[in-house]
């Protein structure tokens, strides 16, 4: 596989250029995701990472698929790099030397590579993304910095990553001169401890004060890390002031982040504050359409049959992930049987996805059934009053949710008025009880899970 890779590099990045970068490095292999490769030194490193790191990630996916990073450690046998490395070439001198700092130079290396499969035209626009998208959009023109920062919030998968990996292909495309950086709040936060460590403050500040634009994901990771957060607020004040784009990514808005220091909440809502709401079923069908034409390349032969997607859209609402996983393995599955997509298929192949996206029942959710069945007001199932009319239906609530939920005790008393969690345990037993003697109860009960498990 690497001599793949270095044929396809060759040819792209030019003989002279893959003489004197490529050759020199070992590849150690891939493991979760990540490539890691011997350089001779730390700067070869560093030069590479950052001027073919985009190059290189692309034609691993384009072989092996599923390459998420690059690493780069410097090689032990730098000047022998004939000999193999294997512990047993360890000598005596070696082991009583002082230990090293960390080789990983990645780890010194600024932004993270980027993804090359996530860019706008990948990019399914819906009513739950389309402010989100149309902001992104408006930034990638480059022009003069209009919103600053771009705050991009909402849950896991729902396309944050995507859309500023999109930013950052769209501004080095349009001007290659731009300085684009991206990284995640934790590796922010990495190589900030690094710098301090490394007695480098004065590289790192350097590095990070003279990006033109960057990009920071994943932002909730500093909340309570004060002295990076300080950093973090240093860098962001000396680009603003630069007039330079700055990019946020968390999974929830600013006042919801807890242990932040206001003065930095205050910053990170004084741009435009956007958020992506969950997928609804158009947009999951959307996206399924569009990965089944991507897959196509992969897997021509590969007939779906109709119903397949919109029930997979139906079912699997939890997030873009999972449902991109679900498909890749029915293409894979499909393929190596020879047999067509259809409904049994698909059973049979996510029997697990399917079974752990099935729909969720609230606590709230109970209570307005529960409520509405015995014809109460949610207030009156919540509130204080004790009479019968009220405590049974609420008794009721408490047992479902108990049963349907995974809320512990306390957890579903606080839903219910902040009440003690023995008290939802007695209202659990008596219900148990009830049913064995009430069949009415018993129907009334089975008939709600029923509805409520859907
Ligand atoms: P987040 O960073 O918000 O957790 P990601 O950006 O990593 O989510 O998205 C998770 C996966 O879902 C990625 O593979 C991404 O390409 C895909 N995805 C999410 N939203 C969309 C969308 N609107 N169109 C196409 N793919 C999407
Ligand atoms: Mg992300």
Not at 196 to 207: A, E, G, P, Q
Not at 281 to 291: A, N, P, S, V
Not at 352 to 381: C, P, W, Y
């Amino acid at each position: 596989q690497w001599g793949a890779l270095r044929a396809s590099l060759c040819e792209t990045i030019g003989e002279n250029n893959y003489k004197a970068w490529i050759e020199p490095l070992e590849f150690d292999g891939l493991e979760d995701g990540v490539a890691t490769f011997g350089a001779p030194t730390n700067f070869v490193g560093n030069y590479v990472s950052q001027n073919f790191g985009d190059v290189m990630l692309y034609h691993m996916n384009a072989i092996s698929g599923n390459v998420r990073r690059l690493n780069f450690r410097v090689s032990r046998h730098a000047n022998d790099p004939g000999e193999p490395t294997t512990p047993s070439t360890f000598s005596p001198t070696r082991k009583s030397a002082m230990p090293q700092p960390s080789t990983d130079t990645s780890d010194l290396l600024p932004g993270a590579p980027l993804d090359p499969r996530f860019r706008f035209d990948s990019f399914v626009v819906g009513k739950p993304n389309e402010l989100a998208h149309a902001a992104a959009r408006r930034v990638a023109e480059g022009g003069p910095v209009t919103f600053n920062p771009l705050f991009l919030h909402g849950g896991v998968g729902l396309g944050k990553t995507h859309l500023m990996h999109a930013i950052a292909w769209e501004l080095k495309q349009k001007s290659p001169e731009l300085n684009v950086l991206y990284l995640s709040a934790e590796q922010f936060m990495y190589r900030f401890v690094q710098a301090l460590r490394d007695r480098r403050m004065m590289d790192f500040k350097s590095i990070f004060r003279s990006v033109d634009v960057l990009m920071v994901d994943d932002v909730q990771f500093i909340s309570g890390k004060d002295s990076t957060q300080e950093e973090f607020f240093h860098t962001f004040n000396a680009l603003v002031d630069q007039n330079k784009q700055i990019i946020i990514s968390a999974d929830r808005a600013p006042d919801e982040i807890k242990d932040l220091e206001n003065r930095i909440r205050s910053r990170l809502q004084s741009g435009l504050v956007v958020d992506l709401h969950p997928t609804d079923y158009e947009l999951r069908l959307g996206i399924l359409q569009t990965k089944v034409e991507q897959q196509r390349s992969h897997y021509p032969d590969v007939q779906i049959e109709d119903g397949v997607l919109e029930f997979l859209a139906h079912r699997i609402s939890s997030n873009v992930r999972v449902l991109e996983g679900a498909l890749t393995r029915l293409f894979a599955f499909s393929s190596l049987t020879g047999r067509r997509v259809e409904m049994d298929l698909t059973h049979e192949c996510l029997t697990d996805v399917l079974r752990a996206s099935e729909r969720k029942v609230s606590v709230e959710e109970i209570q307005r059934k529960v409520a509405e069945h015995f014809n109460i007001r949610l207030s009156d199932m919540i509130g204080p009053r004790r009479t019968r009319t009220f405590a049974r239906p609420r008794q009721v609530a408490m047992y479902l949710a108990k049963k349907l939920t995974s809320r512990s005790l306390p957890e579903i008393g606080r839903r219910f008025g902040g009440r003690d969690h023995t008290t939802v345990m007695h209202g659990v037993k008596r219900i148990d009880e009830l049913i064995r003697t009430d069949g009415q109860l018993a129907d009334d009960i089975e008939m709600l899970r029923r509805a409520l498990e859907g």
